[in-house]
């Protein structure tokens, strides 16, 4: 069996499986119709706002003159403790799902920022 598949007018080589298990993710995390979806929405709303949060108050921090490793840490603490005040002083209650996804978003900001130089 072939497994490798050139991808046509651009010269690039896929892996047919790849494509399988991208596509298999995808329908999983889409969840169907009924919303019955793997990942809930306020669990990704978590994630990308820790995210967006970590990302901003790295880059300010580091307009401000921080050197990288002061602007990861300061932004990271200051993140975190945000999440953790919302979710112990905010309309719902406290929820580790929602702690979890915040500290992932962070983690994965924290990967992008570590993975480009800015």
């Known amino acids: ?4 598949v050139k991808w046509p007018n651009c010269g690039m080589i896929v892996r047919p499986q790849m494509l399988a298990l991208i596509a ?9 119709a009924r919303g ?5 929405t306020d669990k990704v709303a978590h994630f990308g706002t820790a995210f967006a949060i970590q990302t901003v ?5 580091r307009f401000k003159g921080f ?11 200051a993140t975190f403790g945000l999440g953790v ?5 905010g309309p719902t209650p406290v929820s580790r799902g929602d702690i979890l996804a915040n500290t992932l978003g962070q983690a994965a900001a ?7 130089d800015f």
Request: hydrophobic share 50%.
């Open 57 to 61: 108050g790295y880059g300010a921090l």
């Open 110 to 116: 924290i990967t992008t920022v570590l993975s480009f």
């Open 85 to 89: 005040c919302w979710e112990a002083f």
């Open 67 to 77: 050197d990288r490793t002061d602007s990861i840490v300061l932004s990271a603490l």
């Open 36 to 40: 019955d979806n793997i990942i809930p």
């Open 24 to 32: 298999t993710l995808m329908l999983l995390l889409s969840g169907s």
């Open 1 to 4: 069996m072939k497994t490798r």
